[in-house]
């Protein structure tokens, strides 16, 4: 078997730019007053966490530096040199493994189907965003 080959330069624009997307996708601009009126979380409490809780962001920011290391090594095994290809690889992950794993927390919680879209969508579209990145940039 060949070697399999991590861009570090790709790996951390795909993470920087899942980040990024995160911050446009929850913010006022987007789905934040939805996701929160979805949550049952009143606005003060976010914006408190938003601003005291390094720590989950830190986690958040690592969580999407070693998903994007991984997909790195999933395109390189799988041989995939564009960013088409690197699209499709986002969507299969996704389908596969983020939306049937959050699907099924979704139905043993409290979430609301809304909340649980919204999510689901903002996987989606850093999945595809990573894989781009990472397809393109081999």
């Known amino acids: 078997m ?10 951390v624009a795909a993470a920087v730019s899942a980040l990024l ?7 006022p601009v987007l789905f934040r007053s939805v996701w929160i009126k979805m949550h049952g979380f009143a606005e003060g ?3 408190d966490f938003r601003r005291t809780n390094a720590r989950a962001h830190t986690v958040t920011a690592l969580c999407y530096v070693v998903m994007a290391i991984m997909f790195s090594l999933l395109i390189s095994y799988t041989g995939v040199t564009s ?3 690197g699209l499709w690889l986002g969507f299969v992950v996704w389908l596969g ?3 049937t794993i959050g699907l099924a927390g979704s139905i043993f919680s ?10 689901a969508s903002y996987q989606l579209a850093y999945l595809l965003l990573m894989g781009a990145i990472l397809g393109s940039w081999r």
């Open 83 to 85: 960013a088409a290809g």
């Open 110 to 119: 409290e979430k609301t189907v809304s909340s649980f879209l919204i999510d």
């Open 2 to 11: 060949d070697a399999l080959e991590i861009n570090i330069f790709a790996v």
């Open 97 to 99: 493994f983020a939306f």
């Open 21 to 27: 997307l995160g911050v446009l996708w929850y913010s």
């Open 45 to 47: 409490r976010i914006l």
